[in-house]
């Protein structure tokens, strides 16, 4: 049969544990993942900076189509300081939440509103359904099916 649902993060193939933490939130990375990820960026941003004085050098030389690469160069290492900063940090975004703030619904036009009402009472009637197929209890809210 099905085991149960575990609140335990499974290890990876090369034995690390999930990025996320039974909290589900992003672990950040430290060690060995860290230091990667700092040469990693100092590479990329090395690359970045060769590049730009490659390009503005064939620019200021007189061929037009480097002044493309002129701006696009420093919009890699844009991008490449976000890889960084998104691989470094787990995926969160700088800006922090609280775990207890919930974002607000989304505004519902209330012309719409009966058709919101009614759609999210189809969906707890097909959860009951199928958990009642499923042979599990259906969910608190979901009236049983008949």
């Known amino acids: 049969m099905d085991d149960p649902p575990t609140t335990e993060p499974s ?3 090369d034995g690390s544990s999930d990025p996320v933490t039974d909290r589900g939130a992003p672990r950040r990375a430290t ?12 590479v990329v941003l090395a690359l970045c900076a060769v590049a730009f004085r490659f390009e503005l ?10 002044w493309a690469y002129v701006f696009e160069w420093p919009l890699f290492a844009i991008f490449g300081v976000y890889m960084w900063w998104s691989v470094l940090h787990g995926g969160r975004t700088p800006m ?8 607000a ?3 519902v036009d209330p012309r719409y509103a009966g058709m919101l009402e009614a759609w999210q009472a189809h969906q707890r009637e097909l959860q009951a359904t199928q958990a009642e197929a499923e042979g599990r209890d259906p969910p608190e809210d979901a009236p049983h099916a008949g």
């Open 57 to 66: 050098g064939r620019a200021l030389g007189g061929n037009g189509l480097s």
């Open 105 to 107: 619904a989304p505004a």
């Open 31 to 42: 060690g060995a993942e860290a230091v990667k990820a700092h040469l990693t960026l100092l």
């Open 11 to 13: 290890p990876d193939r």
């Open 96 to 103: 922090r939440r609280s775990h207890r703030e919930r974002p």
